[in-house]
């Protein structure tokens, strides 16, 4: 069964903290995308990457930034975090001619 | 920039009744228009998607349609049962199924039995 895993289902951190999230997917997929999911507001886009090492700014970049270092692998880095940030984070894979696979998402609090 | 509206937000309606999720979409060059359903504690999963060139599309008892003209699409589901209950969202891209996509904020879809 191919699967998009999200390292963690909850996460708890304070204000200011550096924040790490992982995503890895076992599907060898191209594309790898971060969007944050917030009640009334959809599912909006921060950041994706079609190739290893390459990124581009999605729609809220802004407090964000990614790193893609290997294909399996697509991490989102929190740099300060702040409260406005509190929200569930999912990742989704894709390849071409395929739709998106999400993982089941992290939801993180900041205090 | 490219933008999805999705109404109602919220919708309830009697198990076996029928429900419809619309859409509408901003950019013209959408040309891929996938439908997600999310259940409690889950990811979004795709259920079904449909290109510009077809103006409808039916898997068992849920259909999309699409007006390019008017710039809308719709979902339909018939013959409702209690594991249709979920948040749904509609998207649109001018790229591919698997490149970027915009979401809709959402329709959370209750079962009455």
């Known amino acids: 069964d191919v699967k998009v895993t999200q390292s963690s289902r909850y996460l708890v951190k304070r204000t200011g903290e550096k924040v790490f999230l992982e995503c890895v997917q076992d599907m060898d997929h191209e594309n790898m995308f971060w969007y944050r999911q917030d009640p009334g507001l959809g599912l909006r886009l921060i950041y994706f990457?079609?190739?290893?090492?390459?990124?581009e700014k999605g729609d809220i970049p802004e407090g964000y930034s990614v790193s893609r270092e290997k294909k399996e692998r697509f991490s989102l880095i929190l740099e300060s975090a702040s409260t406005n940030q509190t929200s569930m984070y999912l990742c989704?894979?894709?390849?071409?001619?395929?739709?998106?696979?999400f993982g089941s998402g992290t939801r993180l609090t900041v205090v | 920039g490219e933008n999805v509206e999705q109404h109602p937000s919220t919708l309830s309606v009697q198990e076996g009744d029928s429900a419809v999720i619309k859409c509408t979409y901003s950019?013209?060059?959408?040309?891929?228009f996938p439908w997600y359903k999310q259940e409690l504690g889950k990811g979004p999963q795709l259920i079904i998607d449909?290109?510009?060139?077809?103006g409808e599309k039916k898997d068992q008892r849920i259909a999309v349609t699409l007006n390019k003209t008017a710039k809308h699409f719709s979902l339909h589901i018939t013959e409702t049962q209690p594991e249709d209950s979920a948040v749904y969202f509609c998207a649109a891209s001018k790229y591919s199924s698997a490149s970027k996509i915009i979401f809709g904020s959402g329709t959370r879809l209750s079962i009455r039995p």
């Open positions: 990457s079609y190739d290893v090492k390459m990124k």
């Open positions: 950019d013209s060059a959408s040309n891929y």
């Open positions: 449909i290109r510009s060139n077809v």
């Open positions: 989704a894979s894709s390849s071409t001619g395929n739709g998106y696979t």
